[in-house]
């Protein structure tokens, strides 16, 4: 133990002090809040994006666009990733589960099977949609675009 590394006990300072408690204390009064308005009260808590009373941003700016709520979000899929991913591991029938344990998208995603790339051996391929030039392509080697 030398003098440079000597330090007080955890807790032995920098008490948490509970202020509010009589005006001996030096916080008596308005306890550190200041005089009236809102934050002086209790149970005050601000509004997210709260500007103090300027009209706030997600009110100045304009509403744009529309949402539909029908919308299907597909993760796309090239025949040249199917053909890789085919070689590599020597596959016939390529899968959702095969694109998941892949690590090409994750379970709650729904696939599309898109064009571009080359096919070079009749693959059976199963996904939630095809577009017309990869069902073609497949398709045009004997093999088997099935829709889930």
């Not at 709520?69 to 090239?78: M, Y």
């Not at 017309?132 to 004997?142: F, P």
């Given at each position: 133990?030398?003098?440079?590394?000597?330090?007080?006990?955890?807790?032995?300072?920098?008490?948490?002090?509970r202020i509010g408690r009589g005006e001996g204390s030096g916080k008596g009064g308005t306890s550190t809040r200041g005089h009236k308005g809102a934050q002086s009260r209790?149970?005050?808590?601000?509004?997210?994006?709260f500007e103090g009373g300027q009209m706030p941003l997600?009110?100045?700016?304009?509403?744009?666009?529309?949402?539909?709520?029908?919308?299907?979000?597909?993760?796309?899929?090239?025949?040249?990733t199917l053909e890789t991913l085919a070689e590599k591991r020597g596959l016939k029938e390529i899968s959702v589960d095969t694109l998941i344990e892949a690590g090409f998208i994750s379970k709650n995603d729904r696939v599309k099977i898109l064009g571009n790339g080359t096919l070079t051996k009749a693959l059976?391929?199963?996904?939630?949609?095809?577009?017309?030039?990869?069902?073609?392509?497949?398709?045009?080697?004997?093999?088997?675009?099935i829709k889930l």
């Open positions: 133990m030398e003098l440079n590394n000597l330090k007080p006990a955890k807790g032995a300072t920098h008490r948490e002090r209790s149970g005050y808590s601000r509004k997210l994006g997600q009110r100045r700016l304009p509403k744009f666009g529309f949402t539909n709520i029908e919308r299907v979000e597909f993760k796309p899929i090239n025949l040249g059976t391929v199963t996904a939630h949609a095809f577009s017309k030039s990869a069902q073609a392509a497949i398709e045009g080697l004997q093999g088997k675009a």
